[in-house]
């Protein structure tokens, strides 16, 4: 008899999430319905398993016992054991490690246990074989802040981040892009209109023409000007917009002799006319040019080309008597200047009557905003709006925004739709369509809408052919940023930073910039290893990190400066995020570390095997300030207590491993005068020293971190909780993505291929 | 560092003095024979996390006669004004065989009374909660049907607790079992949905006429679609259609409804305060407005979110909230805690003084107002939800006799509080969660 070698490196059962999260709920009828009956009489369950429960489980989970939620009771066949995986998973991963039945309880002998296993493995292996397959069903959701944001942006141009003002999501599953938990309140509604309004009066800006106005600059009634000795102006200051004016003046004159009085009109010290003006002065005569002014003010004025020159005293000379002086205009102003974004929402064809302009405007916006075609009864439910606004006399513009303002807050654009293809019968699994697939991808890994190029294939029926390229392009793309950050600041918990306040007399280094920078790290190293298609493994192990000034000095990293983060050769002891600040800090006390929330991380976030809550009547740990001995010793009583113990011994070498950082994640020796012991021994018999001894370990038995970030990913891509169904998928991504030095553009490309995501199962019937 | 020290600016600026300006018998609304109606009832309910040492908490005595205990000091003051109640519990706090998670259940089941479903997300369930039983009957009577505020700006990640979705964590206030209301913690948001964002009335007018036409045109939308989505896919679009309806009600009401009437000098606020304490009592100074301008009249409040383990430390307690309240008798956690719940009961003791100085015809605003306040845990070391803290402030318009203790037999639903409110609210024989009937004896 062969005894397989452990596959992880940590022992534990797990779900205790799942089985919570289906007690009380339907049972998935629409799959329970596929599952291939297995004859009662002929049940594996019954035959093979139960006995070897009965035998070594039942006096903690059996007979109405139900120790850390774990209950064998409900399980009558062979079916409600293919229906809840995740447990049945833990079940094997427990006996396989020998870590139930737990210390002080009589263990199964090998021959036994490897029965039982391979029976397990048996029933699920069939079940697999035959059973239809269920690729889920995501609800149908609205868009989440980020999305509703960064959605705005790909649509209109401009960055306005309206969703800032929005309630905040609801997070299911452990991100805020489900839909199950994304709720549409009267209060969320409000803010829809407003930001539509606030988005709409932004983009388009109504500028009125100037208005034509009279503007006098000389009016003065019968006043003589002189113009000797010299040929003095006489006028003002004229104000002009752009475009066209008429400039009038009335003028008179005193003759000196036959010649005529010869005078020009000026503006800014160009001449306008030039014209004779006979007297005598009582006779006055009026004239008028046309010219194209710009905008600014400029000196209007008249004045006497042939003044008398060097005449005797007493004799007449020639001079001008200006009446009035006036501006009129402007008239053909040129189009007010337009933003780009004004003319990429309103631009249409030349020429064209306003309602075949509006209807151009809004077919093309109500075709990118729903994401899909759009077919023409929409558009003309849109227009509806229009030309109830424009019966009312409002101008163009006004009336198109009103039409477009339906559309910004039209389910279609608000929520992603998925629709049934017509003449499916219900609980069938379909191929999504390629505008749908567009949008799953894109709202994946640009938390937004698709671009023209993913609409142009999609519209072709060309974008499943061209998946791998297309996955590739948008991960380099830019938009990916809003995707990494938000996947690996939800993933890592990073949030939880902003309420975690390290004593500020023990830690006076903590303060927001540092906070900030640790935050940014994680998210820059783990943009780093998706951009740089490394292996997902170095998310827990790495060679290089991400710092800055305050960081590096935090670190003990000579010669960096200033705000902006640099690459470096990680430090010895730290690399991979476990040993970054954030994660560090943020499962510390204020006052000094805690192990056990250090543990517990990495059996929630990174193992995706959360231990079950503490029982009741238990007291935490944590809160013992009192107790004597150094924190290990402490937790080691603790761990004496054998209800303690079961959970405790999962959590607490995990936690030990990380002991040579402190609460705010910076390196010591000493954690007050003791030296710090950062060793341990897993369940499993393994130990490991320190920090780096136990990345090792995680390195090498890597199975249950592959399959947390697996399944973790692919919630988020779906936007739903993976249900037992979806095991089947995840299974395939994993031994992929092991098969392929475990890149993570393999898990991306995996998860983009994969059933759930390519496809939808039908409504049960009504 | 010593923590900053941020002077209390005055956003509300002279709120005390320039609010309390009389409720002149012309501001109230006529009755069709034409004569003044009485001013409305308000109501508020208030949850504070984590319930509280209850030896420090529940007095000794029984009705007018009874000791005030130290966490009971913050309201001699108001001890006119307040009715004490022990026994009261809220069943659904436990779990009652769906395990651990008791405090995604205290907050869940606080207003709603039932059990609620344990689910990280597919399919959450509630029940409607009291405040929106209210607001679905009288809520069209005023701007806005209910006001939901909370002070957490975190959400959480995943699970928020034991396999309960945070949405249970995140509102008080379900409009129906499957549609929380979320809250609002950004005072000048708070601020513009109540009195808008300073638009002149014109703008306004015009700019609900295009809003309504759009609700109008969007809402066949949603219906065409919804006839083409299954089950949970629909449960979505109802919310959507019903927030609709919702909005499209409020700028109807605008038009019918007489102007507000802003007390002077209220200013809108700047965000939200980074001084814990001012922001608490900003949200406290703004429902006290939405009450006295009765542009609501009904409030829901969440002091801080269940399980939540926010460091007190303006009152010297640098451990989380939630930390300490695993107590252990030890001496040293008893008194965080009990700095914890003095320093809530002296927040709202500052908003009762709010409703206190507003006169309304021969009553005070405080008179016409029911202001429950309490916990859906009572010793949080055990996670107990039985003889709950819980208090009401104000006679309900004259149909409660405060001033009292009173003690009613142990495991008696707090629903049957919050039905005792409805009724004086002017909803009788409300029946909701695990409620049995009114309480007795309450005037």
């Known amino acids: ?766 | 560092m010593t923590p900053r020290r941020i002077s209390r600016r005055t956003v509300l600026r002279g709120a005390g003095a320039t609010i309390a300006v009389p409720l002149l018998d012309a501001m109230l609304p006529k009755t069709a024979l034409g004569q003044t109606a009485a001013a409305p009832r308000r109501m508020a309910f208030i949850m504070f996390p984590l319930g509280a040492w209850m030896p420090s908490w529940m007095p000794t005595g029984n009705g007018p006669d009874y000791t005030l205990t130290p966490c009971l000091e913050p309201f001699a003051e108001y001890r006119k004004d307040m009715t004490v109640f022990g026994g009261l519990t809220c069943d659904k706090g436990y779990g009652n065989g769906d395990g651990a998670g008791d405090h995604a259940r205290a907050s869940g089941a606080y207003l709603t009374g039932v059990q609620v479903r344990k689910t990280a997300g597919a399919n959450i369930q509630a029940g409607i909660s009291a405040d929106q039983v209210a607001a679905a009957r009288l809520g069209d009577r005023t701007r806005i049907r209910s006001l939901e505020l909370a002070m957490d700006r975190y959400r959480g990640t995943g699970n928020c607790d034991s396999g309960y979705s945070c949405v249970y964590e995140h509102t008080l206030s379900w409009r129906n079992a499957t549609s929380p209301l979320p809250t609002e913690v950004n005072p000048r948001h708070v601020f513009d949905r109540l009195f808008g964002s300073g638009q002149t009335d014109t703008q306004t007018v015009v700019r609900n006429e295009i809003r309504a036409s759009v609700l109008d045109a969007v809402i066949s939308d949603a219906r065409s679609l919804n006839r083409r989505l299954g089950g949970s896919d629909q449960r979505k679009l109802d919310q959507y259609l019903s927030g609709i309806r919702d909005v499209e009600q409020r700028i109807a009401r605008a038009t019918e409804l007489p102007p507000v009437d802003m007390p002077r000098d209220v200013s809108r606020p700047e965000g939200v305060p980074s001084d814990l304490t001012e922001h608490m009592r900003l949200m406290y100074d703004l429902m006290a407005l939405a009450f006295q301008t009765d542009v609501t009249r009904i409030a829901t409040f969440m002091v801080a979110r269940e399980g939540s383990d926010q460091r007190y430390r303006m009152v010297g307690v640098n451990e989380g909230h939630h930390t300490i309240s695993h107590h252990q008798n030890r001496p040293a956690n008893l008194v965080r805690l009990k700095a914890i719940n003095v320093f809530f009961n002296q927040q709202l003791a500052y908003f009762l003084s709010r409703l206190k100085a507003v006169s309304e015809g021969e009553r005070t605003l405080l008179d016409n107002c029911m202001i429950a306040f309490g916990s859906g845990h009572a010793d949080p070391n055990r996670h107990s939800h039985t003889d709950l803290p819980v208090l009401l402030f104000g006679r309900g318009g004259g149909t409660i006799t405060p001033g009292r203790y009173l003690r009613y037999p142990l495991r008696t639903p707090l629903n049957n509080l919050w039905i005792s409110m409805l009724e004086r609210f002017g909803v009788p024989n409300a029946r909701f969660g695990d409620g049995t009937g009114p309480l007795e004896g309450l005037s």
Not at chain 1, 52 to 57: E, G, Q, R, W, Y
Not at chain 1, 346 to 370: C, D, N, Q, S, T
Not at chain 1, 474 to 501: G, I, N, P
């Open chain 1, 1 to 766: 008899m062969i005894r397989r070698r452990l596959p992880c490196f940590i022992l534990l059962i797990s779900g205790i999430g799942i089985l919570a999260a289906l007690r009380g709920e339907n049972e998935p009828s629409a799959f329970a319905d596929d599952v291939p009956r297995a004859g009662a009489s002929n049940s594996i369950y019954e035959k093979e398993i139960l006995p070897f429960l009965k035998k070594h489980c039942f006096s903690c989970h059996g007979n109405g016992k139900a120790k850390a939620d774990l209950s064998f009771d409900k399980f009558k066949d062979d079916k409600s054991v293919y229906l809840d995986r995740k447990t049945w998973d833990g079940v094997r991963h427990m006996v396989e490690t020998r870590e139930m039945p737990p210390e002080g309880r009589p263990k199964p002998d090998l021959a036994e246990s490897d029965a039982a296993l391979k029976a397990i493995r048996g029933l699920f292996q069939e079940f697999d074989r035959t059973a239809k397959p269920n690729v889920g069903r995501v609800t149908i959701r609205r868009l989440n802040r980020t999305e509703y944001n960064n959605t705005i942006r790909d649509l209109l141009g401009v960055d306005f981040k309206p969703a800032e003002d929005f309630p905040a999501d609801d997070v299911g599953y452990g991100f805020d892009n489900i839909g199950d938990v994304l709720s549409v309140s009267p209060l969320l509604l409000e803010k829809y209109l407003s930001a539509a309004e606030n988005i709409l009066d932004q983009v388009i800006v109504i500028v009125d023409p100037p208005k034509v106005v009279k503007q006098k600059i000389v009016a003065m009634a019968n006043k003589k000007f002189k113009t000797n000795p010299n040929p003095n102006d006489l006028g003002g200051q004229g104000t002009f917009e752009e475009g066209d004016y008429a400039i009038r003046c009335q003028v008179a004159a005193d003759q000196a002799g036959d010649e005529p009085v010869k005078v020009k009109l000026t503006a800014g010290g160009k001449i306008l006319k030039e014209f004779e003006v006979k007297g005598p002065s009582s006779k006055s005569t009026t004239q008028e040019v046309k010219v194209r002014m710009k905008q600014g003010t400029v000196r209007v004025s008249v004045a006497l080309l042939n003044p008398t020159v060097d005449a005797k005293e007493g004799t007449p000379k020639r001079a001008i008597y200006l009446r009035s002086l006036e501006t009129e205009g402007p008239f053909d102003p040129p189009p007010p200047p337009r933003s780009p974004e004004y003319k990429r929402l309103m631009g249409h064809k030349e020429g064209l009557a306003p309602r075949e302009a509006a209807r151009e405007i809004v077919a093309r916006f109500a075709a990118r905003a729903f994401r899909r075609p759009v077919d023409s009864d929409e558009v003309e439910a849109c227009l509806a709006l229009y030309d109830d606004s424009a019966k009312k006399g409002r101008r163009f513009e006004t009336s198109v925004q009103i039409a477009l303002y339906r559309v910004l807050v039209s389910p279609h654009f608000l929520f992603r739709v998925e629709l049934d293809p017509a003449d499916t019968p219900p609980s069938t699994a379909y191929m999504l369509g390629e505008f749908e697939l567009a949008n799953r991808l894109s709202y994946f890994l640009w938390n937004s809408m698709p671009d023209d190029e993913l609409f142009a294939l999609a519209a072709k029926g060309e974008l499943r052919k061209n998946l791998p390229q297309q996955v590739l392009r948008m991960t380099k793309d830019a938009k990916s940023k809003s995707f990494l950050e938000s996947f690996a600041e939800q993933w890592l918990t990073l949030r939880k930073l902003e309420t975690s306040s390290p004593d500020p007399k023990m830690f006076p280094t903590f303060n927001a910039a540092l906070r900030d920078a640790m935050i940014r790290e994680s998210q820059m190293f783990f943009t780093a290893v998706v951009r740089e298609n490394r292996s997902i493994l170095d998310l827990l192990d790495a060679d290089f990190t991400f710092v800055n000034a305050p960081l590096a000095k935090h670190y003990g990293i000579a010669g960096v400066r200033g705000k902006e983060f640099t690459r470096v050769k990680a430090p010895p002891g730290r690399g991979g995020v476990l040993t970054h600040a954030s994660i560090l800090t943020l499962t510390s006390n204020s006052l000094r570390t805690s192990p056990v929330q250090r543990g517990k991380f990495v059996l929630e976030q990174i193992l995706n095997t959360p231990p079950p809550p503490p029982p009741e009547d238990v007291p935490e740990l944590e809160d013992q300030t009192e107790l004597k001995g150094t924190l290990r010793q402490v937790m080691e009583q603790h761990r004496a207590n054998a209800v303690c113990a079961s959970c405790h011994r999962r959590m607490d070498p995990l936690g030990f491993a990380f002991e040579n950082f402190d609460a705010v994640g910076a390196w010591r020796d000493k954690d007050g005068d003791a030296d710090v012991d950062a060793s341990g021994e897993l369940p499993n018999g393994q130990t490991f020293k320190g920090p780096d001894g136990l990345k090792k370990l995680m390195r090498q038995n890597n199975t249950l971190f592959v399959r947390c970030l697996s399944e973790k990913l692919l919630t988020y891509a779906l936007g739903r909780g993976l249900e037992p169904y979806d095991g089947r998928a995840v299974e395939k991504i994993v031994d992929a993505v092991s098969q392929d030095d475990y890149r993570f553009a393999t898990l991306i490309s995996e998860i983009v291929k994969s059933d759930p995501f390519q496809m939808r199962m039908t409504g049960e019937s009504k």
